[in-house]
């Protein structure tokens, strides 16, 4: 749903050691139209792509961890969609405590290779349950918005890539992986990353990543003109995929709505919601299922992701 703000611009690159590839590097896309606004992410979509994780985990032992059916086929589902949609997509393979681990790597044809704007989300869960706020929330805004991509034909100046990272819960593994596996040319070619790890918490707050200043200042921007109060995320340091980025010298930033910490009365003078309750009192837990999203947050959050997607890459 939309609200609305102002612009700026980034890029992205292409991923070593990877099985397979779909689709073509090379296809044309339309010509480039000026400056075009980031687009309102329907909340809608965004909610039917965590009823079909919630169905996943629900049919796979009752959750999407490394390793486990569910896990494979959310990224089957995530996948499917990008290929419809003309995104060139990579599946990186890795072995983490004995299973298979997979990274989902989404490329959108066009922009300048040397200038990469990447958004990533963990797609795995914990054992425990379907993982539909952490991160179905993060996984299922950036599918919605690289299917805005494709809906916008959106050519913008970087190029523009999309990444669900496997195995996050046991250690940020996919995404070490990943930038493990980038040469320092192509590592140099990342301007940008941006990380989503639950973003629909149920008693939510408005966390930016403090750490990149310009994009920080983007979504800082986006949250001012619709005229929502947020707060720096520095507790983030080391708790999620942007840490592998940040720790080569990539510019990161992010958003988060909170864990398992407990709001403050202030907090929840400025947000709503309940003091002295943990943002997610579902984190990490079987619980944490379709009905564990506050739908506001969720949508608030897919149009800030869009809008710095949009605004950075252009
Ligand atoms: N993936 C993180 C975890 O499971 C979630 C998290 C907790 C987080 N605190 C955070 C993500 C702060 C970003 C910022 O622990
Ligand atoms: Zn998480």
Redesign the pocket.
Known sequence: MKLSVPGRAAGVVVAAVTLLTTGAITGAAPAPTAAAAAPDIPVANVKSHLAQLQSIATANGGNRAHGRTGYKASIDYVKAKLDAAGFTTTLQQFTSSGRTGYNLIADWPGGDANQVVMAGS?LDSVTAGPGIN??GSGSAAILETALAVSRAQYQPTKHLRFAWWGA??LGMVGSKYYVNNLSSANRAKISDYLNF??IGSPNPGYFVYDDDPTIEKTFKDYFAGVGIATEP?T??DG??DHSPFKNVGIPVGGL?SG?DYIKTAAQATKWGGTSGQAFDRCY?ASCDTASNIDDTALNRNADALAYAVWTLSS
């Open positions: 963990h952490d991160n996050e819960e790890d639950m995320e507790e983030g708790r999620s988060f864990a990490h």
